[in-house]
Antibody, heavy 123, light 108 residues
Framework: EVQLLESGGGLVQPGGSLKLSCAAS????????MSWVRQAPGKGVEWVSS????????YYADSVKGRFAISRDSSKNTVYLQMNNLRAEDTAVYYC????????????????WGQGTLVTVSS | SSVLTQPPSVSVAPGKTATITCGGN??????VHWYQQKPGQAPVLVIY???DRPSGIPERFSGSNSGNTATLTIGRVEAGDEADYYC???????????FGGGTKLTVL
């Protein structure tokens, strides 16, 4: 059974940093691209970032490029999202998602999602 | 990057058919994926590559994609289908993944 468990969310002041983690199990982690998707309160879902399984290619939404960094550790079956210079508009539930295509070097679609972790940016 | 346009809301009576559209420039040339999200829950994939259904998704859910419009169709709608629905594509021009704004399906 595929499981994705996010952690690391919380309250942070504007300009601060936070690192999210997503522990994966139930599939061969290194062979799938992984992504982060967020949802601001009462809003739609928004893609944030993705990382390929093998070569480590990374992709970012314009809204976070230069502030956020995605990475993965296949020895720990974990994907991370380092978030720096946080803004109020980054307040959202952050979901970790697994790609549906084996061996993908870029994201296609998400066949499994975690339950999300809430990030609140406020003074 | 691509802009995907969905109607904010669709209403349908139980037992009838719901149609949710996703508009985009030449969207018929690329694969479209659909997600269902119920309140307080993570999204769930219901259709991938225009018309394929993941295991466990009822046959009542179907999809099509042509020209500038992709469509999610839900037949014999049930109260449990009430949710937000999002379309999604990969924009090869910008290397960005794009979601539509979402459609709230209300079962009357």
């Amino acid at each position: 059974e595929v499981q994705l468990l996010e952690s690391g969310g919380g309250l942070v002041q504007p300009g601060g940093s936070l690192k999210l983690s997503c522990a994966a199990s139930g599939f061969t982690f290194s062979t799938y691209a992984m992504s982060w998707v967020r949802q601001a309160p009462g809003k739609g879902v928004e893609w944030v970032s993705s990382i390929s399984g093998s070569v480590g290619s990374t992709y970012y939404a314009d809204s976070v490029k230069g502030r956020f960094a995605i990475s993965r550790d296949s020895s720990k079956n974990t994907v991370y999202l380092q978030m720096n210079n946080l803004r109020a508009e980054d307040t959202a539930v952050y979901y970790c998602a697994k790609d549906g295509i084996l061996g993908s070097i870029r994201p296609y679609y998400f066949d499994y999602w975690g339950q999300g972790t809430l990030v609140t940016v406020s003074s | 990057s691509s802009v995907l346009t969905q109607p904010p809301s669709v209403s349908v009576a139980p037992g009838k058919t719901a149609t949710i559209t996703c508009g985009g420039n030449n969207i018929g040339d690329i694969g479209v994926h659909w997600y269902q999200q119920k309140p307080g829950q993570a999204p769930v994939l219901v259709i991938y590559y225009d018309s394929d259904r993941p295991s466990g998704i009822p046959e009542r859910f179907s999809g099509s994609n042509s020209g500038n419009t992709a469509t999610l169709t839900i037949g014999r709608v049930e109260a449990g289908d009430e949710a937000d629905y999002y379309c999604q594509v990969w924009d090869t021009n910008s290397d960005h993944l794009v979601f539509g704004g979402g459609t709230k399906l209300t079962v009357l």
